[in-house]
């Protein structure tokens, strides 16, 4: 269990939004509390609320002000757990409910998984594990890329043990070069506290083919798609309730790339120079290889074809449905080739 403090979480009213963030990271607890000079508390900073800020290209130099909310579920610290379970039940989209004194100040905050344990989902999680790995050779010429080793474990089961961390249990692997690597390791998923099953592709079908052999296994709650060569610290319950909350058919994981252009740049009107910019930034936001999906998100898949996913998301927006973005702010990496996978090697052994 990771040791916090709740002053780990405070952070005052003329703070920025960063610092916000640097408190929900430090607090590990998906939220930050704006306080006064006497720790009154003004409002609350959800993870999400951050994520929304990044997505409205607020500056984070901007104040918390602008993003807190100041209509949160709070309880006196007196509150019995039966009060407090009964507050959660009642309010079933909070996490987290601070605990005040009789003047408002902040005591404490009881967390929903330690009042009621983390709920076992019913969502299932497809992973895509069927990929050559060409880029990565000669590491893959006798294992498949999912399967190479992070630490002391295979990429795809860091995957599924954090998704066993938020509550998700019910995996479908789709696999294709080296597959019985990966079955004969996870087998039926009963070794890992997990269940898993396999989607066997006897052509290579793409990121979204395989999702379309999948479509009689689920059972219609909304799906995680993720690729097997991706390591992230993104909460995936945040991620899920982001997606539902939104009410989007699909929603896309994004993260910010920032370039910084070599040369200073001349914006020019016809023939004449209006400024001059040394070395601009720019940045955008990138496919980040995770997916939240509603199960109806499969009728855009063909049969036995290649397709994918960025072909599900074109079809989904050019039939007007509800795409969203979830931006990762957290640690990412894609393992495409050799100097990605050693500097994953790298970070995981700084921080576990």
Known sequence: MVKWDIEDLLVYAESSIERAIEAVDKGRRQIALVVDEEQHLLGTITDGDIRRAILNKLALTESVCQIMNTDYTWLPVTASKQIIEKTFKKNKMIHQIPLLDDDNRVVDLVLLDNIIGTEEKENYVILMAGGLGTRLRPLTDDIPKPMLTVGNKPILEIIIDQFKEYGYHNFLIAVNYKSEIIESYFGNGSKFGANIDYIRENKRLGTAGALKLAED??????????????????????????????????????????????????????????????????????????????????????????FDITDVINSALNDSNNVGSFPIREYWIDIGQKKDYYQANEDYNLNY
């Open 217 to 306: 296994k689920l059972n219609g709650k909304p799906i995680f798609v993720m690729n097997g060569d991706i390591l992230t610290e993104v909460n995936f319950r945040s991620f899920m309730a982001f997606h539902q909350n939104n009410k989007f058919d699909l929603t896309m994981a994004t993260r910010k790339y920032e370039y910084q252009s070599p040369y200073g740049v001349v914006n020019i009107d016809e023939v004449k120079v209006r400024s001059l910019e040394e070395k601009p930034s720019y940045y955008y936001f990138i496919n980040a290889g995770i997916y939240c999906l509603n199960p109806e998100m499969i009728k855009y898949i063909p049969k036995n074809d290649f």
